[in-house]
């Protein structure tokens, strides 16, 4: 079965540009999580979806991030424009559902902001 | 709010050694405890995990005690190899909360032949 996949690995941008992480989920996973991981902390969740439809953007800075997941499918996780504080990696995840669920993460994306 | 600290890293071991690190918790409500484990170059990867007080979690040798009275989740592993050395994150999820994680700060593991 194959696993999360994200896109690009790495990224690097100078402030004030945009940047767009894709993640594709595991097949079936109706639930996906967008984490923050900043170096030397454990990631914290941006956003999540059920299907296509937000369950959880509390954490997200929704003045410069923003997320869309299109069909209940694949992800996008957009910045605009970018800060130095963006630097981190960002972690996509998925699961069946949202009840006690395993979430299998992806690779990451690296994002350095200069 | 919720909550999760582990012990600061990073924990550096001889192969064979005993490990544990420790994991406390705050909370509302009875949340499942879990494990994530990140090896070099790779994503997260769920070790264990125990739904309800007393419960033990294990997998590849590895424990954990889901202790309500201490709110603690403290991962042992009797005999450690170098093929374990990463990066070990204790997190909770919230019965009701979505299954959101909160997530420790992490505790780097070296092991050394």
């Known amino acids: 079965e194959a696993g999360v996949a994200q896109s690009p690995r790495y990224k690097i941008i100078e402030k004030r540009q945009s940047v767009a992480f894709w993640c594709n989920p595991i097949s079936g996973h109706a639930t996906l999580y967008w984490y923050q991981q900043i170096l030397g902390q454990g990631p914290k969740l941006l956003i999540q979806f059920q299907n296509n439809g937000v369950v959880d953007d509390s954490q997200l800075p929704k003045d410069r991030f923003s997320a869309e997941r299109l069909k209940g499918v694949d992800s996008t996780l957009k910045i605009q424009p970018a800060k130095l504080e963006d630097s981190a990696v960002y972690l996509c995840a998925s699961s069946l559902g949202t009840t006690g669920e395993t979430q299998y993460f992806g690779p990451g994306t690296r994002l350095l902001v200069l | 709010g919720d909550s999760v600290t582990q012990m600061e890293g990073p924990v550096t071991l001889s192969e064979e050694a005993f490990l544990t690190i420790n994991c406390t918790y705050t909370a509302t409500g009875y949340p499942s405890l879990f494990w994530y484990v990140q090896y070099p170059g790779e994503g997260l990867q769920l070790l264990l995990k125990a739904t309800k007080a007393d419960d033990k979690g294990s997998n590849k040798g590895f424990e954990a005690t889901y202790r309500k009275e201490t709110t603690s989740f403290h991962l042992e592993k009797g005999s450690v190899q170098v093929s374990d050395s990463a990066v070990y994150f204790c997190?909770?999820?919230?019965?009701?909360?979505?299954?959101?994680?909160?997530f420790g700060a992490g505790t780097r593991l070296a092991v050394h032949p």
């Open positions: 997190a909770l999820s919230l019965s009701g909360g979505y299954n959101k994680l909160i």
